[in-house]
């Protein structure tokens, strides 16, 4: 029979199933709460009054079970002389097992599975675990003695007496105060929106601005213009790079940075405050569109390896502009990073390296950083990752605006 909380029949109700009538009793558990030894402990005192015999073997790895609850079952143990209770030392190797097992004469019933011996587990957890009547010449009953056995003989374990009690007990002390300060450091650190269910309200909230619509039309227009203004600076680098083919550069990388009264065809706002000394760089530029037209047919790592090597000479030239390069050349494989990214990706419980520059960036990194936006891309239904841009760029400064009201 399969127990999984859910169906009707709950943990606690087949646990007491395996222990009523029985004449011999094994439990093994992971973890022990106060909630599961104070509904065992009764059950096993019915049984251990009319003489039969109990074995518990309870792990203590990450400090999950509760002293309370040892000194529950310690209680039993000191009243009942044939009452087992043997505490597993902590390793590096968890004891891991959710077994109850009983005999009754030569018949014998079990429940494996994944419920550990807590209030939860019992009653209310999401758990599953099956009931095995099985004989005692049974390959079952078999496995699990030689198991229990094993667990006897095995130097890990050790009695559970007044004194490992009040070792464990300071020990568990020490770790829930660190736990708390650590959970307390954690909870402060993590970003708001942890759940990222929140992408999917950020983005109904992105379908109904008014603007939202107009503004993809004129970012899908750009973008096509880009891409040919990008082609056209790539070409140059087939020829002899004269002041014809320098001052088409200049003027094209005017027109997609925005500055000098160029047209501002790339996403990105601030792009030219740095980027304009590059326009100081023509032949460069040159080179670097043609690399970057070439790199950009290569998977995320290895095209952004090749361009970043090729952008940190060029005066300008960072993070921002190299993937604005990549990403209009193959959108759906490259993102824009930049510092909008990261507050965006912030905004959504998404962490992401803080400093949107080369030396922050590395190939793996941007690797990454690609494979993630892809996944918002799907999440949020978007074409591309520069459709995906524009939905992180709208979160940047909605949440700005909303942070300075």
């Not at 043997?86 to 097992?97: G, L």
């Amino acid at each position: 029979m399969i127990i999984s909380n859910a169906n009707g029949e709950s943990h606690a109700g087949a646990i007491k199933s395996i222990i009523d009538g029985a004449d011999e009793i094994v439990i093994a558990v992971a973890f022990l709460k106060r909630g599961g030894a104070d509904h065992l402990a009764p059950m096993l005192e019915e049984r251990l009054a009319v003489g039969a015999t109990v074995e518990l073997f309870v792990g203590t790895d990450f400090f999950l079970t509760e002293p309370a609850a040892l000194k529950r079952l310690l209680e039993v143990k000191k009243r009942y002389s044939s009452c087992s209770v043997m505490i597993a030392d902590r390793a590096p190797a968890t004891f891991h097992p959710k077994v109850y097992c009983s005999r009754r004469g030569e018949n014998w019933r079990s429940l494996v599975g994944s419920a550990n011996l807590t209030k939860g587990a019992l009653q209310s957890n999401e758990e599953i675990s099956l009931v095995i009547d099985h004989a005692n010449d049974d390959a079952v009953t078999t496995a699990l003695n030689k198991t229990f056995d094993r667990y006897r003989a095995w130097k890990r374990f050790q009695t559970l007496d007044p004194l490992l009690l009040q070792q464990y007990t300071s020990q568990h002390g020490i770790d829930k105060r660190e736990r708390e300060r650590y959970e307390k450091a954690r909870d402060k650190a993590l970003p708001d929106g942890f759940d990222l269910r929140v992408i999917l309200d950020w983005h109904q909230r992105y379908l109904a601005d008014p603007a939202t619509s107009t503004a993809q039309a004129d970012r899908r227009r750009k973008r096509t213009q880009a891409l040919r203004v990008q082609q056209s600076i790539a070409a140059l680098a087939s020829h002899t790079v004269d002041a014809a083919a320098r001052k088409v550069a200049k003027d094209g990388l005017g027109d997609l940075m925005g500055s000098a009264g160029g047209r501002h065809l790339w996403g990105s706002g601030s792009i030219h405050r740095q980027g304009s000394k590059a326009l100081e760089h023509p032949a460069k530029v040159i080179r670097l569109f043609a690399l970057a037209r070439d790199a950009s047919q290569r998977p995320p790592r290895e095209g952004y390896a090749e361009i970043r090597r090729a952008a940190e000479s060029i005066p300008g030239v960072g993070l921002n502009m190299a993937t604005e390069i990549l990403c209009t050349f193959a959108p759906t494989q490259y993102a824009v990073y930049n510092g909008n990214t990261v507050g965006a990706l912030g905004a959504l419980g998404i962490a992401s390296p803080q400093y949107a520059q080369f030396h922050a960036i590395g190939p793996g990194s941007y690797e990454r950083l690609c494979e993630t936006i892809q996944a918002l891309a799907g999440r949020i239904g978007a074409a591309d990752l520069s459709e995906a841009d524009a939905f992180l760029n709208w979160i940047y400064w909605k949440r700005k605006a909303e942070n300075n009201a």
